[in-house]
Protein backbone atom coordinates (compact mmCIF):
# COMPACT_ATOMS: atom_id res chain seq x y z
CA UNK A 1 0.00 0.00 0.00
CA UNK A 2 1.39 3.01 -1.02
CA UNK A 3 2.02 6.16 1.54
CA UNK A 4 -0.70 8.08 0.47
CA UNK A 5 -3.48 5.72 0.68
CA UNK A 6 -2.25 4.92 4.09
CA UNK A 7 -2.20 8.38 4.85
CA UNK A 8 -6.05 8.69 3.44
CA UNK A 9 -7.24 5.84 5.41
CA UNK A 10 -5.96 7.18 8.79
CA UNK A 11 -7.28 10.72 8.19
CA UNK A 12 -10.66 9.23 7.10
CA UNK A 13 -10.87 7.37 10.03
CA UNK A 14 -13.59 8.70 12.34
CA UNK A 15 -11.57 9.06 15.41
CA UNK A 16 -9.30 11.18 14.02
CA UNK A 17 -11.86 13.83 12.10
CA UNK A 18 -13.52 14.07 15.79
CA UNK A 19 -10.30 14.81 17.33
CA UNK A 20 -9.34 17.57 14.63
CA UNK A 21 -12.92 18.96 15.26
CA UNK A 22 -12.44 18.64 19.11
CA UNK A 23 -9.42 20.44 18.71
CA UNK A 24 -10.60 23.70 16.63
CA UNK A 25 -13.38 23.85 18.77
CA UNK A 26 -11.62 23.86 22.14
CA UNK A 27 -9.24 26.74 20.43
CA UNK A 28 -12.37 28.84 19.81
CA UNK A 29 -13.25 27.97 23.17
CA UNK A 30 -10.70 28.68 24.71
CA UNK A 31 -10.19 32.12 23.46
CA UNK A 32 -14.17 32.93 24.83
CA UNK A 33 -13.05 31.79 27.58
CA UNK A 34 -9.35 34.01 27.71
CA UNK A 35 -12.05 36.90 26.38
CA UNK A 36 -14.20 36.53 29.85
CA UNK A 37 -11.24 36.06 32.11
CA UNK A 38 -9.34 39.34 31.27
CA UNK A 39 -12.32 41.41 30.07
CA UNK A 40 -15.21 40.65 32.00
CA UNK A 41 -14.03 39.06 35.75
CA UNK A 42 -10.18 40.33 36.20
CA UNK A 43 -11.52 44.10 35.86
CA UNK A 44 -14.05 43.68 38.53
CA UNK A 45 -11.98 41.29 40.42
CA UNK A 46 -8.72 43.95 40.43
CA UNK A 47 -11.54 46.97 41.25
CA UNK A 48 -11.95 45.02 44.49
CA UNK A 49 -8.29 44.64 45.88
CA UNK A 50 -8.03 47.77 45.11
CA UNK A 51 -7.57 48.78 41.50
CA UNK A 52 -5.18 46.09 40.47
CA UNK A 53 -4.55 45.40 37.15
CA UNK A 54 -3.42 41.68 37.27
CA UNK A 55 -1.95 41.74 33.95
CA UNK A 56 0.34 44.67 34.84
CA UNK A 57 1.61 42.69 38.75
CA UNK A 58 5.39 42.23 37.94
CA UNK A 59 8.30 42.02 40.07
CA UNK A 60 11.46 43.53 38.54
CA UNK A 61 14.65 41.20 38.58
CA UNK A 62 16.78 43.50 36.82
CA UNK A 63 15.83 47.28 35.80
CA UNK A 64 16.47 48.72 32.16
CA UNK A 65 19.93 49.83 31.70
CA UNK A 66 19.96 52.34 28.38
CA UNK A 67 19.07 50.65 25.50
CA UNK A 68 18.28 46.89 27.09
CA UNK A 69 14.48 46.24 28.46
CA UNK A 70 13.92 45.55 32.13
CA UNK A 71 13.81 41.78 33.09
CA UNK A 72 10.40 41.22 34.81
CA UNK A 73 8.64 38.45 36.20
CA UNK A 74 5.36 38.90 34.82
CA UNK A 75 3.41 36.77 37.87
CA UNK A 76 -0.10 39.12 36.97
CA UNK A 77 -0.49 36.98 33.36
CA UNK A 78 0.23 33.74 35.62
CA UNK A 79 -2.39 34.27 37.45
CA UNK A 80 -4.79 35.48 34.78
CA UNK A 81 -3.88 32.22 32.87
CA UNK A 82 -4.37 30.16 35.88
CA UNK A 83 -7.72 31.60 35.95
CA UNK A 84 -8.33 30.67 32.10
CA UNK A 85 -7.53 27.35 33.13
CA UNK A 86 -9.65 26.83 35.96
CA UNK A 87 -12.78 27.84 34.18
CA UNK A 88 -12.19 25.58 31.21
CA UNK A 89 -11.04 22.85 33.09
CA UNK A 90 -14.45 22.97 35.03
CA UNK A 91 -16.55 23.56 32.18
CA UNK A 92 -14.83 20.50 30.22
CA UNK A 93 -16.19 19.03 34.04
CA UNK A 94 -19.37 19.42 33.73
CA UNK A 95 -19.25 18.79 29.95
CA UNK A 96 -17.50 15.38 30.67
CA UNK A 97 -20.44 14.82 33.81
CA UNK A 98 -23.45 15.42 31.88
CA UNK A 99 -22.49 13.02 29.44
CA UNK A 100 -21.70 10.73 31.81
CA UNK A 101 -25.42 11.18 33.77
CA UNK A 102 -27.05 10.64 30.42
CA UNK A 103 -25.09 7.52 29.64
CA UNK A 104 -26.06 5.76 32.94
CA UNK A 105 -29.91 6.83 32.26
CA UNK A 106 -29.56 4.84 29.35
CA UNK A 107 -27.54 1.72 30.36
CA UNK A 108 -29.96 2.02 34.01
CA UNK A 109 -32.43 0.10 31.72
CA UNK A 110 -31.99 -3.42 31.97
CA UNK A 111 -32.63 -5.95 29.27
CA UNK A 112 -34.61 -8.46 29.62
CA UNK A 113 -33.08 -11.61 30.97
CA UNK A 114 -33.03 -14.34 28.06
CA UNK A 115 -35.38 -16.94 28.09
CA UNK A 116 -33.98 -20.50 29.09
CA UNK A 117 -32.85 -23.23 26.12
CA UNK A 118 -34.96 -25.86 26.13
CA UNK A 119 -32.70 -28.01 27.52
CA UNK A 120 -32.51 -26.04 30.58
CA UNK A 121 -36.54 -25.90 30.53
CA UNK A 122 -36.01 -30.10 30.23
CA UNK A 123 -33.93 -30.16 32.99
CA UNK A 124 -36.11 -28.07 35.48
CA UNK A 125 -39.32 -30.25 35.31
CA UNK A 126 -37.07 -33.06 35.50
CA UNK A 127 -35.98 -31.55 39.09
CA UNK A 128 -39.30 -30.60 39.97
CA UNK A 129 -40.45 -34.41 39.27
CA UNK A 130 -37.81 -35.60 41.40
CA UNK A 131 -39.04 -33.16 43.81
CA UNK A 132 -41.92 -34.99 43.96
Do not use: C, H
Not at 19 to 25: F, G, Q, S
Not at 86 to 97: E, P, R
Not at 114 to 128: C, G, V
Amino acid sequence: MSLIKEFKQFAMRGNVIDLAVAVVIGGAFGKIVASFVSDVLMPPLGLLLGGVNFTELVVVLKEAVGEAEAVTLNYGAFVQNVVDFVIIAFTIFMVIKGINSMKKKEEAAPAAPPEPSKEEQLLTEIRDLLKK
